[in-house]
């Protein structure tokens, strides 16, 4: 089994920042994508930025320019740098890892850590 751990989550004023982390630890071969998503109250949970085992990154139009994910594949750890938070940044934050048992394609499986609150508020 493979736990992500979130941590880094709080609240802060608009404009100011956060970083969050996660780190994956249990049976791990090899972490392919990592990412992360966040879900607000009364609403669905969406991606954020997501992140390959070689670098190449994805992000949310609502955080482009803001948001910055990074990796250290030496760690199983990723991490999400948040600049210029606004109120509608106010979410529940997940981390999710796709995670390999082996080579084979077959072996590999979603985790999903428990979640790090973000608020934003003045």
């Known amino acids: 089994q493979v736990q992500l751990v979130e941590s880094g989550g709080g609240s802060v004023q608009p404009g100011g920042s956060l970083r969050l982390s996660c780190a994956a630890s249990g049976t791990i071969f090899r972490i392919d994508a990592m990412g992360w998503y966040r879900q607000a109250p009364g609403k669905d949970r969406y991606l954020v930025a997501t992140i390959t085992s070689g670098g190449a990154t994805n992000y949310a139009d609502a955080v482009k320019g803001r948001f910055t994910i990074s990796r250290d594949n030496a760690k199983n750890t990723v991490y999400l740098q948040m600049n210029s938070l606004k109120p509608e940044d106010t979410a529940v934050y997940y981390c999710?890892?796709?995670?390999?048992?082996?080579?084979?394609?077959?072996?590999?499986?979603?985790?999903w850590g428990k979640g790090a609150l973000v608020t934003v508020s003045p």
């Open positions: 999710n890892a796709q995670v390999r048992h082996g080579e084979a394609d077959w072996t590999k499986k979603d985790y």
